[in-house]
């Protein structure tokens, strides 16, 4: 059974700072990965998602890396400011439809002014 | 497009009674999920369809839970009779052969 995990549960840091965001998952054979960000009280927005033939994907600060035979991915956010501040979310997609996520716990992030 | 669209957002009702959360997907999505997050168990796929038809719906917790699709423009949720450990954040979902998936906002249950 397919499980995802994400290391740190939280994690402070001050403005201005590069971060990285660990994501591990116990079955290589996944279709893609997707990171996400939660806000409180709000839905999810995708923010990069990495198909299984690639190993990164880039948007602005933000760089999703994925290594499938060791089942790590990592999310690196350059220069982080306060607006960084939610839940990033992991997830694999098993195919079949793309949207059949099985998804880690969550980092809960706080960057500090 | 406005999005995934969820009603309602926030629900509170007694043990017992009837539920029901409804979805209306992105215009041209064919396929259609609903997730359950909460603190303890964090998001967890509940069913999803394709083309209108359930795929996938062993992540159902109990026959209490049904869920329908009779058109492609919109999905229920139904919980009945509701108990309180059924509270939780309620997602919907939607998406193509081309994109990844869209959430909708989320229903917020609370069972008293």
């Known amino acids: 059974k397919q499980e995802v995990t994400q290391i740190p549960a939280a994690l402070s840091v001050p403005e201005g700072e590069n971060l990285v965001l660990n994501c591990s998952f116990t079955?290589?054979?996944?279709?893609?990965l997707q990171w996400f960000r939660q806000d409180p009280g709000k839905g999810l927005t995708s923010l990069l998602l990495?198909?299984?033939?690639?190993r990164e994907q880039t948007s602005g600060r933000l760089n999703a890396s994925l290594d499938k035979s060791s089942g790590r991915s990592t999310l690196y956010i350059a220069a982080s400011q306060p607006g960084d501040s939610a839940t990033y979310l992991c997830?694999?997609?098993?195919?079949?439809?793309?949207?059949?996520?099985?998804f880690g716990k969550g980092t809960k992030l706080s960057v500090k002014p | 497009d406005a999005g995934v669209i969820q009603s309602p957002r926030h629900e509170v009702t007694e043990m017992g009674q009837e539920v029901t959360l409804r979805c209306k997907p992105i215009?041209?999505?064919?396929?259609l999920f609903w997730y359950r997050q909460t603190m303890m168990r964090g998001l967890e796929l509940l069913i999803y369809?394709?083309?209108?038809?359930?795929?996938?719906d062993s992540g159902m917790p109990e026959d209490r839970f049904s869920a329908k699709m009779p058109n492609a423009s919109f999905s229920t949720l139904k919980i009945q009779p509701s108990e309180p450990r059924d509270s939780a954040v309620y997602f919907c979902?939607?998406?193509?052969?081309?994109?990844?998936?869209?959430f909708g906002q989320g229903t917020r249950l609370t069972v008293v």
């Open positions: 979902a939607s998406s193509s052969r081309y994109t990844e998936a869209f």
């Open positions: 079955d290589s054979a996944i279709y893609n």
């Open positions: 990495i198909q299984s033939s690639q």
């Open positions: 997830a694999v997609d098993l195919g079949g439809s793309q949207g059949n996520l099985i």
């Open positions: 215009s041209g999505h064919n396929s």
């Open positions: 369809f394709n083309n209108n038809v359930p795929i996938d």
